[in-house]
């Protein structure tokens, strides 16, 4: 969905999956300007922390997909794709802002992680979240680089709070209205960067 240029005040709402992601982007009126897939790394492995870093402590050897790995070559596994993220990212919103002004974007909360890559990798909990986490902060890193507002939600509360925004009005109805004036694929994911565009909108 490529549109001209419109005034400032659009907000992106992201649901990522992985190394990819959804956009959807809402005029500051909510109307829906664009939605698009994104992928980050383009043919890396997904999920150093969880598979190959699992891999590396000995977790998981069982799996038929594993294969032996060192804490070194997995940490440095890491590092890769979070730098092939981060171009990722910043190619991917760059490709946006060529058609839309941005002001903000709303990502998934993070929660907090160990401060290092080798102690999310030893650490299960960690490693089960660290992934997707880098993922979310190469797309938050690269909107703050281009001075768009970042607003982090919670999953669990963000389609009450867009509800809230829309005056309490019926959220799925509104939903299934604006995805099926946009047209397949309208999906779960889609729905949840749109309430996440909406929630944030209102904070703006």
Same mark, same amino acid.
């Given at each position: 969905?490529?549109?001209? =240029?419109?005034?400032?005040?659009? @907000?992106?709402?992201? +649901?990522?999956?992985?190394?990819? /992601?959804? !956009?959807? $982007?809402? /005029? &500051?009126?909510?109307? !829906?300007?664009?939605? %698009?897939?994104?992928? !980050? $790394?383009?043919? !890396? #492995? ?9 891999? &590396?402590v000995g977790r998981y050897l069982d799996s038929p997909w594993a294969r #032996?790995?060192?804490?070194?070559? +997995?940490?440095?596994?890491?590092? =890769?794709? %979070? ?6 990212? %910043?190619?991917?919103?760059? +490709?946006?802002?060529? $058609?839309?002004? @941005? ?6 909360? *993070?929660?907090?992680? #160990? ?9 299960? *909990? ?6 997707? @986490?880098?993922? %979310?902060?190469?797309? &938050? ?7 768009? +507002? ?34 397949? #694929? ?8 749109? &309430?996440?565009? @909406?929630?944030? =909108?209102?904070?703006?």
């Amino acid at each position: 969905m490529a549109r001209a =240029k419109i005034r400032p005040g659009a @907000i992106v709402g992201v +649901a990522e999956h992985g190394n990819s /992601a959804v !956009l959807v $982007t809402l /005029a &500051a009126d909510g109307a !829906l300007l664009d939605r %698009r897939d994104i992928d !980050l $790394t383009h043919g !890396l #492995p997904t999920h150093p922390y969880h598979h190959e870093g699992s891999w &590396a402590v000995g977790r998981y050897l069982d799996s038929p997909w594993a294969r #032996p790995m060192s804490l070194a070559d +997995a940490v440095a596994l890491v590092e =890769k794709v %979070r730098t092939a993220a981060a171009q990722g990212a %910043r190619e991917s919103l760059d +490709a946006l802002a060529k $058609t839309i002004e @941005i002001a903000a974007i709303a990502i998934r909360l *993070c929660p907090p992680l #160990p401060p290092t890559t080798e102690e999310r990798i030893r650490d299960s *909990c960690a490693a089960s979240m660290a992934d997707s @986490i880098l993922y %979310r902060e190469a797309l &938050a890193g690269a909107a703050e680089a281009r001075g768009w +507002a970042v607003h982090w939600y919670d999953r669990d509360q963000v389609f009450a709070a867009a509800a809230t925004a829309l005056g309490n009005k019926d959220l799925e109805a509104h939903l299934r209205a604006m995805g099926k004036s946009a047209g397949p #694929p309208w999906q779960a994911k889609h729905k949840l960067a749109t &309430a996440a565009a @909406i929630s944030a =909108k209102a904070r703006s």
